[in-house]
């Protein structure tokens, strides 16, 4: 694999919660000057099957990704999975069980804000977001300000849709590890200071979360992320170095559902990344090559 200048491994499609379709992130990527991008669609795998049928020779570099929503005893976490087999039991048996908490959470939601606040939606409109391949809080915020309820998609997750809470109905971080190994990938823990809400996670806290993590499997840290300060990087990286663990790089774009440039990773060169990231670049190496003959 020849390391590029430029990269994103974090990035979301219409698949899930993005507004670009498969094929117009990869018209972007090419646009932007990404040499290597992952598309990683919350519990879903389909617009990375969509992108390998449709990339050419001559296109940037891709890997597998996908990115899981866990929660535990301890708190929230997203976990990526790279490099993983899209055909793989692995995956799929975490993509699925994800998927029907998703929807569950969604059909919750819509019957949420039509009892408590009045807002109600035409059926026609239900079952055009029912039939999304992966429903979430921003498609229901947006059906909001199309019927006028609130100004903004922002106000109606804040505001109402925020306002239910959901004890089980989620997939568990060992759970998504589990999955993402099987299947031949390597667990990232996303964002990793960013918890639930505004939590920002850091110092023993951190510590003690990634080693619990590591005891499933973890194997890598997002420590180049679009809102991440300096400091905050620097502080991962020491975490990665310590344990490690590989280190990526990744927007977490979503096209016109948040203000994040695709490309904007606060990692101004891969090629001269830190020891973590190369070590994840020759162990995704292999796969690349191997996809590419």
Same mark, same amino acid.
């Given at each position: 694999?020849?390391?590029?200048?430029?990269?994103?491994?974090?990035?979301?499609?219409?698949?899930?919660? &993005?507004?670009?379709?498969?094929?117009?992130?990869?018209?972007?990527?090419?646009?932007?000057?990404?040499?290597?991008?992952?598309?990683?669609?919350?519990?879903?795998? $389909?617009?990375?099957?969509?992108?390998? /049928?449709?990339? $050419?020779?001559?296109?940037?570099?891709?890997?597998? #990704?996908?990115?899981?929503?866990?929660?535990?005893?301890?708190?929230?976490?997203?976990?990526?999975?790279?490099?993983?087999?899209?055909? *793989?039991?692995?995956?799929?048996?975490?993509?699925?069980?994800?998927?029907?908490?998703?929807?569950?959470?969604?059909?919750?939601?819509? /019957?949420?804000?039509?009892?408590?606040?009045?807002?109600?939606?035409?059926?026609?409109?239900?079952?055009?977001?029912?039939?999304?391949?992966?429903?979430?809080?921003?498609?229901?915020?947006?059906?909001?300000?199309?019927?006028?309820?609130?100004?903004?998609? +922002?106000?109606?997750?804040? /505001?109402?849709?925020? $306002?239910?809470?959901?004890?089980?109905?989620?997939?568990?971080?060992?759970?998504?590890? +589990?999955?993402?190994?099987?299947?031949?990938?390597?667990?990232?823990?996303?964002?990793?200071?960013?918890?639930? &809400?505004?939590?920002?996670?850091? &110092?023993?806290?951190?510590?003690?979360?990634?080693?619990?993590?590591?005891?499933?499997?973890?194997?890598?840290?997002?420590?180049?992320?679009?809102?991440?300060?300096?400091?905050?990087?620097? !502080?991962?990286?020491?975490?990665?170095?310590?344990?490690?663990?590989?280190?990526?790089? #990744? !927007?977490?774009?979503?096209?016109?559902?948040?203000?994040? +440039?695709?490309?904007?990773?606060?990692?101004?060169?891969?090629?001269?990344?830190?020891? #973590?990231?190369?070590?994840?670049?020759?162990?995704?190496?292999?796969?690349? *090559?191997?996809?590419?003959?």
């Amino acid at each position: 694999m020849v390391i590029p200048k430029k990269i994103d491994l974090h990035m979301h499609t219409r698949v899930s919660d &993005g507004t670009d379709t498969p094929e117009e992130i990869l018209l972007r990527v090419k646009d932007a000057g990404i040499g290597l991008f992952a598309v990683t669609d919350h519990d879903a795998v $389909k617009g990375c099957r969509i992108v390998l /049928d449709i990339l $050419k020779p001559e296109d940037p570099q891709f890997i597998t #990704g996908a990115e899981f929503s866990c929660k535990d005893e301890y708190g929230k976490y997203h976990i990526l999975g790279y490099g993983y087999e899209p055909q *793989s039991e692995g995956v799929q048996r975490i993509v699925d069980l994800g998927h029907s908490y998703r929807m569950n959470k969604v059909r919750a939601r819509v /019957d949420f804000v039509e009892k408590e606040f009045g807002f109600v939606f035409s059926q026609e409109d239900k079952d055009a977001l029912f039939a999304l391949d992966n429903p979430g809080k921003p498609h229901i915020g947006n059906l909001m300000v199309k019927y006028g309820y609130v100004k903004t998609k +922002e106000e109606a997750i804040l /505001d109402y849709i925020n $306002k239910i809470h959901f004890k089980s109905e989620y997939v568990r971080p060992e759970e998504a590890i +589990e999955g993402i190994l099987a299947s031949g990938g390597i667990p990232v823990l996303a964002h990793p200071s960013y918890g639930s &809400g505004d939590q920002l996670i850091i &110092g023993e806290e951190m510590e003690e979360r990634v080693s619990r993590l590591m005891g499933f499997g973890l194997q890598g840290l997002e420590a180049f992320y679009s809102g991440f300060p300096k400091r905050l990087t620097e !502080s991962l990286l020491t975490l990665a170095e310590k344990n490690g663990l590989y280190v990526t790089a #990744g !927007s977490d774009y979503h096209g016109k559902n948040k203000l994040i +440039e695709l490309g904007d990773t606060n990692l101004e060169d891969a090629e001269q990344g830190p020891a #973590g990231m190369k070590r994840f670049f020759e162990k995704v190496r292999r796969y690349n *090559s191997e996809r590419r003959t």
